[in-house]
Every structure is written in structure tokens, then in C-alpha cells.
């Protein structure tokens, strides 16, 4: 029943991170109304997570489509685009309060990795070109480009802009391009929460001293 309603509530769009693929993967976990909720419930909800992110961002799919083969979006896909999430999550947490990942996630994401390689590809036109494959041609249509993405942000990305939200009702995490490099929410909408949490503590705090004053009189 849980999984029906987490379905018929999914108006919540895809919360794609204009930049990076693993970072839209990792926040597909979200908080609603103070819960924890999961967009990728089955594998339904992942196919139309890969489908709306690639259309937003082609290059995203770049393993693919050097493939002939399509996708299989079954529950050992799903399972393991979880697995990998839970690693990203972990690995990005580390990153951004500056602790040490552990090895067993970045084990994960390594065996990605290792099922990937480029070769030069003679085109139709006969021209050589590089191109991205697989030697998972199931799983790592999807799984490669995420962790390509996640091996890109980390090596390459500069790590003081990659941030969790500020709003500590939220989990969600960002990559901060801004010029300034001082955005510190994930959404305007995430900001406004925490804004309006913050003056309801402050007007219940003052309120609160405002009895304790009036008994001290
Ligand atoms: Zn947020």
C-alpha cells in the first residue's frame, strides 16, 4: 500500500541537477512533509527517472547509446542503481564534512567503473571516433554513466562547491555553480522553509522568555 501511494504522490518532479548525473541519482531520496521518501520505488519509476533525465540532458546518456542493445528495467537494475546510490551518498557525505569514504563504497563504484573502457570507433563516415562501451551491456547502460558522472564531480569538480543542503530537514545534496560559490539550498523553496522554521523557533523562544520575564516579576 505504501508503494501505491508513494506512486499516485509522485507530482514531486524528478529533481534534476543540472550538472551531474550522480548527483540526480543520489537525490532521488527526498524528504516529504518530514519524511523520508524515495522516488525509484520500482522498476517503473526507474525507467521514467532515465528517460525524464536523459531527455533533459542527452549527454547523459552517452553509453547507450553506442549500444544496440535497449535497456532491461527490472528489479536487478533497480537493486543495484540502490546499491550504487547508497555508496554515492555515503562517498558524497564524506566529501562534503570532510571525512575519509569508506572503502566499501568506493568498492561499489569501482566495479562500475572497471566495466567500462573507450575504443576508437570507425563511423559510417569513416572517420575514427572515441566512444564510451560497457562489457555490462544489461546494467551498465545505466550504472557507467553514473558513475562516470560521480568519477567526474569527484576528480574533477572543485569540492568546496559540493554541498548538502542547509536546511537540516533536507537531505538533498548540490553542486554549487554559482560565481560567488555561496549558494547554501538546494531550492528557493528549501530556503523559505528553513527560513520560516528559523523565525518560528525565534518567536517561540522570545515568547518564552517573555513568561519567564513576566514571572520574575
Ligand atoms: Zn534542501
Redesign the pocket.
Known amino acids: 500500500m505504501l508503494e501505491e501511494k508513494g506512486r499516485t504522490q509522485y507530482e514531486t518532479p524528478f529533481l534534476v541537477d543540472g550538472e551531474n548525473l550522480a548527483l540526480s541519482l543520489v537525490n532521488t531520496e527526498v524528504?516529504t512533509r518530514g519524511k523520508r521518501g524515495d522516488l525509484l520505488m520500482t522498476s517503473q519509476d526507474v525507467a521514467r527517472w532515465w528517460q525524464e533525465t536523459c531527455q533533459r540532458h542527452p549527454e547523459f546518456d552517452e553509453v547507450r547509446r553506442e549500444s544496440e542493445e535497449p535497456i532491461m528495467y527490472d528489479t536487478a537494475l533497480l537493486n543495484a542503481l540502490k546499491t550504487l546510490r547508497a555508496a554515492l551518498r555515503a562517498i558524497f557525505n564524506a566529501l562534503v564534512t570532510g571525512s575519509m569514504p569508506e572503502k566499501e563504497d568506493v568498492a561499489i563504484l569501482n566495479a562500475i567503473l572497471r566495466t567500462g573502457y573507450t575504443s576508437l570507433d570507425l563511423t559510417e563516415q569513416g572517420e575514427l571516433a572515441p566512444r564510451t562501451h560497457t562489457t555490462d551491456p544489461t546494467q551498465g547502460l545505466m550504472l557507467l554513466p553514473i558513475a562516470l558522472s560521480a568519477s567526474r564531480l569527484i576528480s574533477q569538480g572543485e569540492r568546496k562547491r559540493l554541498h548538502h543542503?542547509?536546511?537540516e530537514r533536507?537531505?538533498?545534496f548540490f553542486y554549487d555553480t554559482t560565481k560567488s560559490a555561496t549558494r547554501r539550498?538546494?531550492?528557493l523553496?528549501?530556503?523559505d522553509r528553513?527560513r520560516s522554521a528559523q523565525r518560528y523557533r525565534e518567536a517561540k523562544q522570545q515568547q518564552a522568555a517573555g513568561k519567564r520575564g513576566k514571572r520574575e516579576l
Request: charged share 5%; proline share 0%; glycine share 8%.
Open positions: 524528504m543542503c542547509e536546511n533536507c537531505i538533498l539550498w538546494c531550492s523553496g528549501c530556503m528553513a
